[in-house]
């Protein structure tokens, strides 16, 4: 076996973290050791903001680290892996993320709404990534589990599919009663 190929992981993330327009945290999760303590991690966010907040890349190497990263009104969403990490899996993880926060503030995506909102958006990014494991990169699939119905989004705002799911699931719930009533 060559030295230089590392064998495949499914620990994927390392970090993931929204930060405010001042580089402030607001939502940070990191999954392993690279950086231990909290004043280590707020100093390489720190760093990474610095360097990305001008900048209109997408993918930035830093500290040995691939980051990838959007910008929106007064938001950055970063998704950080090994040097070693395929940047279209760290970007899939990044869209669904976005995607994700997008859907959850009503096409929203700013502090405010998000500090709204912060418990969902705690909830999305633990449905995405999990340990460092990719779990979801479908941001539909991680809307629907942490509660955000098609019930609760306007009409006019609903995919066909939003609309589809929530009549299912008004059905299934009415075969359930039926089904529950008649066995008594």
């Not at 707020?42 to 610095?50: D, G, P």
């Not at 460092?132 to 941001?139: A, P, Q, R, T, V």
């Amino acid at each position: 076996m060559d030295a230089s190929v590392l064998p495949a992981s499914l620990y994927t993330v390392k970090a993931i973290a929204i930060l405010d327009n001042d580089g402030e945290r607001i939502i940070s999760k990191y999954y392993d050791d690279t950086y231990p303590t909290q004043k280590e991690q707020k100093a390489f966010e720190k760093n990474l903001f610095s360097k990305t907040h001008r900048a209109n890349a997408e993918i930035i190497m830093l500290e040995g680290l691939t980051c990838v990263y959007r910008s929106n009104v007064d938001l950055y969403f970063y998704v950080i892996g090994s040097s070693q990490e395929n940047e279209l899996i760290l970007v899939s993880v990044l869209n669904c993320l976005y995607d994700s926060i997008s859907q959850i503030l009503r096409k929203n995506v700013e502090k405010r709404a998000l500090l709204d909102h912060l418990d969902a958006a705690f909830l999305a990014v633990d449905e995405i990534v999990d340990g460092g494991i990719i779990l979801e990169s479908d941001y539909n699939n991680v809307v629907q589990r942490i509660a955000v119905r098609g019930d609760d989004i306007p009409i006019n705002e609903q995919t066909v599919a939003q609309t589809i799911t929530s009549k299912l699931q008004v059905l299934q719930s009415a075969r359930d009663q039926l089904k529950w009533s008649l066995l008594k």
